[in-house]
Antibody, heavy 125, light 113 residues
Framework: EVQLVESGGGLVHPGGSLRLSCAPS????????MTWVRQAPGKGLEWVSV???????YYADSVKGRFSISRDNSENTLYLQMDSLRIEDTAVYYC???????????????????WGQGTTVTVSS | DIVMTQSPDSLAVSLGERATINCKSS????????????LAWYQQKPGQPPKLLIY???TRESGVPDRFSGSGSGTDFTLTISSLQAEDVAVYYC?????????FGQGTKVEIK
């Protein structure tokens, strides 16, 4: 079965750090674009960051310079290192897989087809 | 960044009736190299992660009931639930993955009237 399991959430003080992990089963983190999406309490979805198959990374402006996405190919794990945390970073953090494939020389992405259950990050003094 | 704007923010529809949600992007999300709109729709029920319903604006994900359909291209998109069922009560989000900075709409809450 294809699934994602996040871990690493918790309570942290403003200015602190936390590292989230996301472990897939049924596929490898190098096969697809992998992303983090968060949801503040009672709010909508906010895209946070993505790492492409070639390890190119992109970030939302709200976390740029504070968060870092990475992966460990040998451990088959996705990470989100979160530094200089702010109260407004409080959210459920989901990792998700972007489904994609190649047809000849054309690349097709088709949406976030696998999601984890989420891990809760609370930033509070 | 591409801004995604959904309308309405919420709607109440009677069981068996049609529900229509609109999504407008601030710029085109049509990927010219493969002629696909990089626009997806997700359904999120309370306490659950989002679920992919529609991708490329109009392609239904495997296992999604055919009462869900998507339409539109370029900057204007629509999600339609042709005959609302009780289990469709949820928040629905559109998302563009065209740019290097992906963005979601603010969400539309669908309830039973």
């Amino acid at each position: 079965e294809v699934q994602l399991v996040e871990s690493g959430g918790g309570l942290v003080h403003p200015g602190g750090s936390l590292r989230l992990s996301c472990a897939p089963s049924g596929f490898t983190v190098t096969d697809n674009y992998m992303t983090w999406v968060r949801q503040a309490p009672g709010k909508g979805l906010e895209w946070v960051s993505v790492i492409y198959s070639d390890e190119t990374t992109y970030y939302a402006d709200s976390v740029k310079g504070r968060f870092s996405i990475s992966r460990d190919n040998s451990e088959n794990t996705l990470y989100l290192q979160m530094d200089s945390l702010r109260i407004e970073d409080t959210a459920v953090y989901y990792c998700a897989r972007m489904g994609d494939f190649w047809s000849g020389y054309l690349h097709y992405s088709y949406g976030l087809d696998v999601w984890g259950q989420g891990t809760t990050v609370t930033v509070s003094s | 960044d591409i801004v995604m704007t959904q309308s309405p923010d919420s709607l109440a529809v009677s069981l068996g009736e049609r529900a229509t949600i609109n999504c407008k992007s601030s710029q085109s999300v049509l990927y010219s190299s493969n002629d696909r709109d990089y626009l997806a729709w997700y359904q999120q029920k309370p306490g659950q992660p989002p679920k992919l319903l529609i991708y490329w604006a109009s392609t239904r994900e495997s296992g999604v009931p055919d009462r869900f359909s998507g339409s539109g291209s370029g900057t204007d998109f629509t999600l339609t639930i042709s005959s609302l069922q009780a289990e469709d009560v949820a928040v629905y989000y559109c998302q563009q993955y065209y740019s290097t900075s992906w963005t979601f709409g603010q969400g539309t809450k669908v309830e039973i009237k």
